[in-house]
């Protein structure tokens, strides 16, 4: 499915971040929170706007007779970008002897690919979990922004080792976006020499390069995030298309999910629980999508979640 939204990838080409680009276009295949989700930028680190709690109720009146205004419930919220600071460094003695075929500067791509593409990892993981505590680096998850009590679904599953959820999430300016601070700011430095230093404290030359990232996420609406939670290797606690079913039904009509995510578990276990596709038995293939909303399987999401969370 193609992203209809300004993804992270068109964030770095909109802003010139030549260096970037590659990195992003890489590195976030594996997240598919990342790219397949909605992008905006913002201008300094911080900005506030209004969160719809709750819309306005509708009514007719009679001749001569008047209607009592409604509104909708609103509460302003600040959302921060927070600083992403990736830096991989190579050993001069390394670099300058692996040969012909890897030079410093093809070695310095291969090392900022991976450690580019472990940043985006831990991003898709916040981009759930969140931070652990408001004093933690890291930006606030779908886990503690969402509507725990009317956007749920309970799986019932009670084995607390094995927990797992599936995030049914609607990407837009009103609903769900990332958000990148200092204008979209990516920027990658040029590779320079510098000191290391090993366990024991003892310096040694190497390449070394970094880039710097501002981002967040910013949940608009809590009507567009909807969890099943509890998802277990219990019996019958397994994610099914009933459970997926119950919570698209928990979002108004025309403001549905564009996305849902889950792990290969929650994906098997959704394709376990259907029939065989033809009369010889054959096993059902996994699915992509439920009424047209991509399923996107994703690393970012736990296997042993807390039946607490």
């Given at each position: 499915m193609a992203n209809?939204?300004?993804?992270?990838?068109?964030?770095?080409?909109?802003?010139?971040?030549?260096?970037?680009?590659?990195?992003i276009d890489e590195t976030t295949k594996a997240t598919p929170e990342i790219t397949n989700a909605s992008f905006r930028t913002i201008s300094g680190r911080t900005y506030k706007t209004l969160v719809l709690l709750n819309k306005p109720t509708a009514?007719?009146?009679?001749?001569?007779?008047?209607?009592?205004?409604?509104?909708?419930?609103?509460?302003e919220?600040?959302?921060?970008?927070?600083?992403?600071?990736?830096?991989?460094?190579?050993?001069?003695?390394?670099?300058?002897?692996?040969?012909?075929?890897?030079?410093?500067?093809?070695?310095?791509?291969?090392?900022?690919m991976e450690q580019v593409r472990a940043q985006m990892v831990l991003f898709g993981n916040q981009f759930?979990?969140?931070?652990?505590?408001q004093t933690s680096k890291g930006f606030a998850g779908l886990i503690s922004s969402y509507d725990s009590t009317n956007m749920v679904v309970d799986a019932g599953g009670t084995t607390a080792t094995t927990g797992a959820s599936v995030w049914l999430v609607r990407f837009g300016i009103d609903s769900v976006q990332w958000i990148v601070g200092n204008d979209g700011e990516m920027k990658v430095n040029d590779v320079y020499i510098g000191d290391e230093f090993d366990a024991s404290g003892k310096p040694y030359r190497a390449y070394k390069q970094d880039m710097t990232t501002y981002i967040g996420v910013q949940v608009a609406s809590q009507n567009a995030v909807c969890r099943i939670k509890k998802l277990t290797e219990d019996s019958g606690k397994g994610l099914t298309d009933a459970l997926i079913y119950k919570a698209l039904a928990k979002f108004k009509v025309g403001m549905g999910p564009t996305a849902i995510f889950m792990n290969m578990r929650s994906l098997e276990q959704l394709r376990s629980s259907r029939t065989a596709t033809n009369a010889t038995g054959t096993?059902?293939?996994?699915?992509?999508?439920?009424?047209?909303?991509?399923?996107?399987?994703?690393?970012?999401?736990?296997?042993?979640?807390?039946?607490?969370?």
């Open positions: 209809e939204y300004v993804s992270l990838l068109d964030v770095a080409k909109m802003k010139n971040n030549d260096a970037a680009v590659p990195l009514t007719f009146r009679g001749v001569n007779e008047g209607s009592e205004a409604t509104k909708p419930i609103w509460t919220r600040e959302f921060q970008t927070y600083i992403s600071t990736p830096r991989w460094a190579i050993d001069t003695a390394i670099a300058d002897n692996a040969g012909p075929d890897d030079t410093p500067e093809t070695l310095m791509t291969k090392v900022a759930f979990y969140g931070v652990a505590d096993e059902a293939p996994y699915p992509t999508a439920i009424n047209n909303i991509p399923i996107l399987v994703t690393e970012s999401l736990s296997n042993t979640e807390a039946l607490t969370l």
